[in-house]
């Protein structure tokens, strides 16, 4: 393919969202967490997501992490729907097999590490490499090793979550969602089950990503981080995303009565 041809290809994947999600839907025993979510995200874009306890950010950033199915509307990854397909005129879920190989594309990152407490640190960054990708042994070694040098972790490899701070486990979480390669990562709350003292080194880490040119949606209650790193803070509430804006104008200015409420009591 000759360079301009390669040029004329890529640029309409410039300009369209990386994630895309429409009227997204779900409840649980018929009460509705996401009544009609709209949210989307461009190549290289930070996006902090606030909102109260309880309001359904975890939610959705399950459902578009795929380890959940909607109950309605769409989601798209680089421009094609994930999670659902249409069949004889319905939206049906596609099976865990396909579901899997989507997943591989989204990282995500818990607010509890989840890491696998009997194997070492660079093993528990292998793991998605050898059995979910197929890749040999060494070469998932090095690639984990990258990755854990990415995050500061490098003299660590051999360590067991036990023999981490809670904030060096959430960077192993980190570089075990990054060593897939994904299009984008979605942290759900990564630094609130940290003491005060090790946030600051997970989100230093967090910045570095987003300065790398990582696409990010971050459900957080740190407000200077979002208002230093994010492209676009959200405000969720209710169900719905109640204001969008760009930091300055979200923490100053903010146009919706129920974010400034909101934003009198994290202040
Ligand atoms: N698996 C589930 N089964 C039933 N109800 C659920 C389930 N997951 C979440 N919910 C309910 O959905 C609502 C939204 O929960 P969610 O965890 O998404 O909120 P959140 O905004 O992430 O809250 P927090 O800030 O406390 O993490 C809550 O009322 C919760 O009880
Ligand atoms: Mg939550």
New binding site residues.
Partial sequence: MTQSAAVAQEAPAVNQPILHVENLQ?A??G?E?LKSVDFEIRKGQVKAVL????????????LMALL?PSDGGSIKLRGETIGTKEHRGRTVHLPERLLARQRQDIGMVF?KFNLFPHLPAVRNVMLGLTSVKGVSHHEARELAMEMLQRVGLENRAEHYPSELSGGQQQRVAIARALVLNPSVMLF??PT?ALDPELVGEVLDVMENLAADGMTMIV?T?EVRFASRVASEVSL?DGGVIVEQAAPDQFFNNPKHERTKRFLSHVH
């Fill in positions: 779900k649980y025993h009460q967490v909102g109260p306890s309880g309001s359904g950010k975890s939610t959705m950033l399950r959940e607010q759900d709350e609130s459900v209650h969720f």
